[in-house]
Structures are given as C-alpha cells and as structure tokens.
C-alpha cells in the first residue's frame, strides 16, 4: 500500500464517522469478516420505556414507584433513567417529585441497585441479582419474565423487605434500519455478532428480530474484550460497533451511532484496498 492512498482511505473514513486505527488497519479494514454489535444504542434506539407494570403484591402504583425512584435516581443505567420517568409520569400531582432519601445505595454492575428507602430494603435488578441474595421468585412472577422476555423486552424484577413485589417490563425498539443493515452486510458475507450484558431470553428475542443468529449475552464487560481476542485468534478479522470497552482489542471501531456507516466503512476499505493494488 502506498502512503497517500492509505492516507486517502482513512481520511475519507474519519470525514464518515469511521475510525480506523493502526499501521495495519487499512489492510484489517477490509479484510473485516465478522462485526461484533452491542444490542443497546447501538441495535436498539437505547431510550428505554417502561411498558408494563405487574405487581406480585397488593400495593398502590404510585407507592410502588416513589420507593424504587428514590433507589434507581441514584443510578446513570439507562434502564433506571427510564424508571424514573416513568415514575414521575404516574405521579400527577407534581412537575418534579422530590423522592424520599436513599440510604446505602449500591450499584451492582451488570446487576442491579439496591437502597433502604423509608427503612425498607430494595433491590431492583435482574433475576440473576434477586437469586443471588436469596430471594425465592414466585411462579407468577417467572411466567411474567418469561412472557417479557419472548416479546423482546427486558423485565427488571423488584424486591422490598425481600419479597418479589412487582416485575416492569422494559422495552428499547430496535433502530428502523436495523434489520435493513444486518441483511446487507449478510449479503457481504460478514459474520455479525450481538453482544449485551443483558439476559439470554430477551437477547435471543431481540436477535431474531434483527436477524443476527450469533448471540453472547450477559456478558460482563471485561468479557466483550475478551470475545473479540478470541475470534481473531480463530482467525477472524473483527470490527466492534457501539463497545467502547472493547475499543483496544478491536481491528477497528465505528464512532458514530449510525448504523449504516457499518456498511460504509468496508465498502469504502473493499474499494480502497483493491485500488490500491
Ligand atoms: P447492557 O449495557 O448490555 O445493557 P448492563 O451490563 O449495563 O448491560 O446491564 C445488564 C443488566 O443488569 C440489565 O439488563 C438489567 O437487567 C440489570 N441492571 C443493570 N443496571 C440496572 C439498574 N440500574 N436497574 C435495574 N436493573 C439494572
Ligand atoms: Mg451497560
């Protein structure tokens, strides 16, 4: 490759929202066989919704809501931004609600939080959390994850004074042109991969949706790293879209949110490449 047609590629590249790194990039870049996406913001719009609200427990809502806003306002998770909206959604009574004071707050990555809230204890998070602490689910409350999860959405269980209380069901849609992009990089002949901390039932619904038959979920996020070391050591050349933790390890890295630049950047490293030679 001479310099100035290498310079030409990436320049075009960065001007494009692709970043291609590395003295070798350029030959990786379009060499790309297989595309490791992230599922939130980067398949999916990443602005989650509260959807639906099963309560477990004879309790009012607006109750329910003002104990895990006061724990989830602590957490920068989309998923308790959402929470939160929601909760002052419900609470008609005033513009900004002042939530009652959160006492030992934690956040458990990849997890969940937990608070005491008017001396009772929360927890809110996945089911892997509420087993790990030793808190029995309730049939109700697996058939309702179950549903949640076959139609795509994530259901975040909720646990006061150690009961399973209430399950919310999530949903973050996939961006429109989602499916659109994974169908054509399909026809380049590029393996593409979903990677998401969240759990296997709504990522394998969410997956199929999109149409990407290669699923790692609740992984945790040294592992993303991790995963795209072990698919080049297979002998894969591997581009990461949307994992900023696994930026090092990758071949090259997407910035930009918009899908479609996926296709871009190996059509621009195809042509680049082969004008080259
Ligand atoms: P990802 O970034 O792929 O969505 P995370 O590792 O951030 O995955 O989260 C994994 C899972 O942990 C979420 O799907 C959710 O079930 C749970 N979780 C994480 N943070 C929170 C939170 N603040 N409230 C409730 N559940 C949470
Ligand atoms: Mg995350």
Redesign the pocket.
Known sequence: ATPTAVMVGTGVGASQGVLIKGGQALESAHKVNCIIF???GTLTIGKPVVVKTTLLKSMVLQDFYELIAAT?MN??????KA?VEYAKKIREDEEDPVWPEARAFE???????KATIKNREII???KS?ILDQNIAIPVDGELMLAETEAMAQ???LVSIDREVTGILAISDPLKPNAREVISILKSMKVRNIM?????WG?ANSIAKEVGIETVIA????EEKAEKVKELQATGFTVAMVGTDIAIEAADIVLMRSSLEDVITAIDLSRKTFSRIR
């Open positions: 992230d599922k939130t989830e957490s920068e998770h989309p998923l308790a929470i956040s458990i990555t990849g997890y969940g939080v809110i998070g996945n959390l994530t259901g975040i990677v998401t901390g969240d759990n709504t609740e992984a945790k996020p």
